[in-house]
């Protein structure tokens, strides 16, 4: 056994028995979050066994929930003697989950990496295969999955340099666990690229695409944005402006944009929605300092109204789809450095797609809108007023735009099936 390893383990067993008695004598006092703990813990209910074979699928929160929807209904496509435990970390990607109810998918939290609880939770969930999303490299369950002769495959893999850079600080241990994978089903060659840098062999490395546009294309439905102008009284003479994922600085940025579109649009409306919805309260408070009228879309949603020009959207899950109603689209998290957001949700739409040059999580995104001619960068405010004034009074351009955005969508669907392929070739005795 790799000498890094035993490191690792004996490390990380450390830190979890310290741990453990303190998380459960909270779980006593407080009774919250006792199914969480047990779970992460590897202590699971019975899970029930419909089909011959299962696959653990592995999507850490929401937004890799929603890659492993689409992955899901593409392996259930291509075999149908197959269960799914889909495990989670996050509570929310694990209500997520769970709101899929599926009767052949089964839903749990993902154990820590904790030798342990990583054998517990093979032990009950019996896996024929194991399936990790994105690139979540935990070598605990690796070495275990091997251990127990259980394949395994990172599907709709993605790495960043600076994950590569970082993991060159303990490459001996990551080089050891990397090599136990046998395939990375990976989004792009520059991922394909750096997943190799860590010492994965090339021919384990395959470039199948990013299965989140066939998620993108598969919520999209055009009765969404009726139905929402219609609830939110917003007629088709209306220019409206949609601010999602904001991040703080950008609100007020937002808020400035929109009075000066008032001033030539007076029936111009904005929609802003913060990337977390705790910050609500301090976004109420800009709207006093600008003397804005706004109602909170919760209230909308409930009461199916709209009274004031200015909707706070103060709920999860529901700015993908309040993208349909926009006339055009800034995405936040981008005109301050917070790595940015992705612009393929307003995108799928056919909106124009405006961000800041603040985008390092999302360049792949980015790179996507702007080859097809569908994303328009802005540096400032300023420059983000120029270009909603300019979609404001060309509505046209603002079709042509929003139409060449979807194009940079839809004709990358499929990929979901091409990962699948490739867990089913790796667990070639289904």
């Known amino acids: 056994m790799n000498f ?32 969480l703990v047990f779970q992460r813990l590897g202590v699971y209910p019975r899970l029930s066994h419909l089909k011959k074979h299962r696959i653990w699928l592995h999507a850490v929160s929401v937004g890799e929930v929603n890659v492993a929807r689409a992955l899901i209904d593409a392996l259930f496509q291509m075999h149908s003697d197959i269960d799914i435990i889909l495990s989670t970390t996050t509570p929310r990607g694990y209500e997520l989950a769970c709101k899929m109810s599926h009767p052949r998918v089964q839903c749990v939290y993902s154990p820590i990496d904790f030798i342990a609880s990583v054998r517990l939770a093979f032990h009950k969930i019996q896996p024929d295969i194991l399936v990790l999303l994105e690139t979540e490299i935990w070598p605990n369950w690796i070495f275990t999955a091997k251990a ?19 993991f060159q600080k303990i490459a001996p241990l990551v080089r050891f666990i990397v090599r136990k994978i ?3 089903s990976m989004i792009s060659t520059e991922d394909a690229h750096r997943i190799c840098k860590t010492g994965v062999s090339p021919k384990k490395v395959f470039v199948t695409g990013n299965a989140k546009f066939d998620l993108l294309e598969k919520n999209y439905s055009p009765q969404l944005s009726a139905t929402l102008r219609n609830d939110l009284r917003i007629h088709a003479s209306n ?4 601010a999602g994922s904001t991040r703080t600085g950008e609100e007020e940025i937002v808020l400035e944009v929109y009075q000066s579109l008032r001033k030539e649009y007076p029936d111009a409306l904005c929609i802003i929605a913060p990337r977390h919805i705790e ?4 976004i109420e408070g800009l709207f006093q300092k600008f003397n804005m009228a706004y109602d909170r879309y919760s209230w909308c949603k409930h009461m199916r109204y709209r009274r004031k020009p ?23 998290g981008s005109l301050v450095p917070q790595g940015g957001q992705n612009v393929l949700e307003p995108a799928v739409w056919g909106k124009p797609v405006l961000y800041g040059p603040y ?20 540096s400032n405010g300023m ?32 990929a979901a099936k091409g990962h699948a392929q490739i867990i089913l070739n790796v667990a070639n005795h289904f």
């Open 4 to 35: 890094f390893f035993l490191v690792y383990i004996c490390l990380t067993s450390v830190m979890v028995l310290f741990i453990i008695p303190f998380v459960l004598i909270c779980v006593i006092v407080t009774g919250r979050y006792k199914n």
């Open 279 to 282: 910050r609500c309260s301090d």
């Open 359 to 378: 985008m390092d999580d999302f360049l792949w995104a980015r790179n996507v809108l702007e080859s097809g001619g569908g994303g328009i960068m802005v």
């Open 239 to 242: 220019f409206v402006m949609v």
């Open 383 to 414: 420059d983000l007023l120029e270009k909603v004034l300019f979609f404001a009074s060309n509505k046209d351009r603002a079709l042509s735009v929003g139409q060449k955005a979807r194009q940079s969508v839809i004709k990358r669907a499929g």
């Open 148 to 166: 127990l002769n259980v394949p395994v495959v990172v599907a709709n893999g993605r790495i960043s340099m600076k994950t590569v850079n970082s």
């Open 310 to 332: 200015v909707v706070l959207v103060d709920t999860i899950g529901d700015l993908a789809g309040l993208y349909s109603i926009g006339s055009v689209v800034f995405c936040g």
């Open 182 to 184: 046998d395939a990375f």
